[in-house]
């Protein structure tokens, strides 16, 4: 099984994103398990208001299917938990890596 990383500093700019950051993180810690039983992972990157940007990692990134789980499955489910969320944003496996020339 693959440990998953939960980033220690949430990047967000309100006392709102920070409550939201943690209803977000609650819901993923009970999805990552399916996740990680497939060989990936996936990581909240950072809180936007009511949205939240998420990186698959693993096996999951660059899988075909993954669009598709994050839309339809974990997206639906925050927003089914948390009524205030808004929308899940994608973002590269290789953002934030500082990669010069690859697109974000």
Known sequence: MQEHHVQEMPRTETPEEAAMWEKIEAVLSRIRPAVNADGGDIELIEVIGR????????????????????????????????????????TSPFEGFGSPGFPH
Do not use: N, Q, Y
Not at 66 to 79: D, F
């Open 51 to 90: 949205s939240a940007k998420v990186r698959m990692v693993g096996s999951c990134a660059g899988c075909p299917s993954s669009m598709m789980t994050l839309h339809l499955g974990i997206e639906r489910l925050l927003k089914e938990e948390i009524p205030e969320f808004e929308e899940l944003i994608p």
